[in-house]
């Protein structure tokens, strides 16, 4: 009975913090409503879009990226049911391919600026949008990884299960978000590129 109680306890401490991490959801998803609101602003004064083929290894990187949201579903499932070995498992596996992610964004703008010579700084700012929009996306993946870490720290540690599965509930929300954002982002550009 005590330990029921302690749970409770801990459910009701852990509830303002899920609050948190939707409140910066919705503030990130303005953010990146702002940009594209601004890329399309630009774009509609000029009559024209990129003017440039996206690289495509963006491509990959959206497979990978949506795999990676099957593995951290997968770490999700077997928290639930106690499999912590499996969850650990799939937990590396979403942070290998967060990784991966990465690091395809970043040969992405390497291809963007040394085989096709569209860099940052240049006369149709719809390009620098791409850096910019890619780039702070990037920087919402690596938070995404720290989280990701952090639910990994707290699977090797004997955690109560409630506090198990909360840090897989906001690992979950952060990066199902980053995956749908860049879903978003990717289609949104490839529109927008001629």
């Keep these: 009975m005590m330990a029921r109680i302690e ?40 009559g024209h879009g ?7 290894v963006f491509r990959y990187s959206t497979a990978v990226i949506i795999l990676s949201s099957i593995t951290l579903f997968l770490a999700s499932r077997e928290a639930k049911r106690l499999q912590f070995d499996k969850q650990r498992l799939f937990l590396w596996l979403t942070f290998a391919l967060g990784l991966a992610f990465c690091g395809l964004q970043v ?8 085989k096709l010579q569209v860099y940052f700084v240049n006369p149709n700012a719809a390009i620098s949008f791409v850096y910019v929009i890619t780039g702070v996306h990037l920087v919402h993946i690596i938070a995404g990884l720290l989280v990701l870490l952090n639910a990994l720290r707290s699977s090797y540690r004997n955690k109560p299960q409630v506090i198990n599965i909360y840090k897989m509930e906001m690992t979950s929300i952060f990066w199902h978000f980053v995956d749908i954002i860049w879903i978003y982002l990717y289609v949104f550009l490839l529109l927008n590129q001629n």
Excluded: C
């Design 107 to 114: 040969y992405g703008w390497y291809i963007m600026a040394y």
């Design 50 to 56: 990129l003017n440039v083929e996206l690289p495509h």
């Design 7 to 46: 749970q409770e306890k801990d459910r009701l401490d852990l509830a303002p913090k899920k609050f948190n991490m939707w409140l910066f959801i919705f503030t990130s998803f303005m953010l990146f409503a702002a940009f594209t609101s601004g890329f399309i602003v630009y774009i509609g004064g000029k």
